[in-house]
């Protein structure tokens, strides 16, 4: 029998939450001492959100900042 992780139920008995490991954003219970899938210790500080989701992101808000300089810088060219 493959386990998949704690569901609705699991989360309800134990009162507990899901969070990602920051190592490599397997869903861990947040606070699980060590990630089952890669065995980093993380002391029950996991992520809200896998980290793949938080790089991209970042990545977006920095593409914005960066769209809206050349939109400025364009504008006052043309003044």
Do not use: H, N
Not at 2 to 14: H, M, Q, Y
Not at 18 to 37: F, I, L, N, Q, R
Not at 53 to 76: P, Q
């Amino acid at each position: 029998m493959k386990v998949e992780g704690p569901d609705a139920s699991d989360r309800a008995r134990f009162g507990r939450d899901e969070g990602y490991c920051p190592e490599c954003g397997a869903s861990v219970w947040d606070d699980a001492p060590v990630c089952p899938k890669c065995g980093v210790f993380i002391g029950g500080q996991t992520l809200a959100r896998p980290p793949m989701i938080r790089a991209l992101e970042k990545r977006g808000k920095i593409v914005l900042v960066i769209v809206l300089i050349l939109i400025i810088s364009g504008v006052m060219a043309l003044l």
